[in-house]
């Protein structure tokens, strides 16, 4: 991997990193709330040589719309100033490359909208999506997770909801893009909102 500027937003954390040749040059990871877009661009600043890179990797979500939104801004308009690639990746799928868990499969979980939780199944051997991203309510959220160990934000409100399991609260690290396998690392710059839009054109 050449030197990469990894940014994600996209949850109440606020993470940066620089990586090349899969190792971690360096990294700055906060939890800042709703205080990306004060933060995000003096954090890059305060990687090594101003986190200048060859390439650049983003998480497009799915979770906070505007902190992905900030990332994925940030992103587009370093990668059009150093006139190098901008890539994306999935949260759901950066937290699950970090997760340890002694199952076969895993789940993350992460606060959606509405009240809704952002759930998706991963296999853990060689690491790949074992379902679709879907937004449900909580309940039904418990009902078709069936992975013991669920990870992320939302990972208590599920097993709570289910009554059983194991909950890891993670949030998305910059760094931990390292563990991506190629394919799963490679998404056009984009958002994932990971639900329809609420606003709904008048029936003609």
Known sequence: MP????????????????????????????LVGRGHAERLMPMIA????????EAILVDCGPGSFTGVRVGLAAARALGLGWSVPVRGYSSTAVIAAAASSGDATLAVALIGGHGELFVQRFATSALEPLSELASLP??????????????????????GA???GNAR????????????????????????????????????
Do not use: K, M
């Open 162 to 164: 289910r009554g059983s």
């Open 46 to 53: 305060e990687l090594p040589d101003g986190g200048r890179a």
């Open 3 to 30: 030197r990469t500027l990894v940014i994600d937003t996209a949850t109440a954390a606020c993470s940066v990193a620089l990586i090349e040749d899969d190792a971690i040059v360096a990294q700055i990871h906060e």
């Open 169 to 204: 609260d993670a949030h998305p690290r910059a760094a931990d893009a390292v563990l991506l396998p190629a394919s799963l690392r490679e998404l056009a710059p984009n958002p994932i909102y990971g639900r329809g839009a609420d606003a709904r054109l008048p029936s003609t």
């Open 138 to 159: 909580p309940a039904a959220a418990a009902a078709a997770i069936p992975d013991r160990d669920v990870f992320g934000p939302g990972a208590s409100e599920l097993v």
